[in-house]
């Protein structure tokens, strides 16, 4: 009974100091720990989670750009960029920092320079970016932009926003959203 009861105490301990571990490394430790985001953010991806099975993370992710800036961190090892110029520099320091626990250099698919591992990674995803496939949304892509041409209409043209200016940036993130 005793002995039990040590197990359970030194199991919860363990667990404890493993969690305080970890939130240590994700709060002072993590080479993302200055970029700003939501703080459940900082340990685990369940936030995005929530917020994509919310369906408005298209509207989530324009508030925390609005009140943090270019750069949000999305999750414990994930960032949002909303400016083109700053994909040059995420993708230089995930090449200069693709390195493994023993100093060795570990290629990903923008950095590598060697063709048989870059085809070794292309392969399983290849299949999403065939003709074939992008073919098949056609008609999905065809609905929504006659949704969204109808819908500008219908507000900015005859509706009680006729005549005035149209947020586009709104707009453009209705096919990817559940509310315009």
Not at 65 to 92: A, E, F
Not at 156 to 165: D, E, L, Q, V
């Amino acid at each position: 009974m005793a002995v039990a009861s040590y197990a359970l105490e030194l199991a919860v301990a363990l667990l404890a100091s493993l969690g305080a571990a970890y939130i240590v490394q994700q709060t002072a430790l993590s080479p993302l720990k200055s970029i700003p985001g939501p703080f459940l953010a900082r340990f685990s991806n369940l936030w995005q989670l929530f917020v994509y099975y919310q369906g408005n993370q298209a509207h989530v992710l324009r508030h925390l750009h609005d009140r943090h800036g270019p750069v949000v961190r999305i999750g414990p090892n994930h960032v949002s960029l909303n400016q083109p110029s700053l994909i040059k520099t995420s993708i230089r320091y995930a090449a200069s920092d693709s390195r493994s626990p023993d100093g060795q250099n570990v290629p990903i698919q923008f950095s590598t320079r060697d063709e048989d591992h870059h085809a070794k990674m292309w392969r399983p995803i290849a299949k999403y970016y065939s003709l074939s496939h992008l073919l098949s949304f056609e008609a999905h892509i065809d609905d929504v932009v006659r949704t969204l041409e109808r819908r500008l209409e219908q507000e900015f043209c005859f509706g009680n926003k006729a005549g005035k200016i149209c947020d586009m940036h709104q707009w453009l993130t209705f096919g990817t959203s559940s509310r315009p």
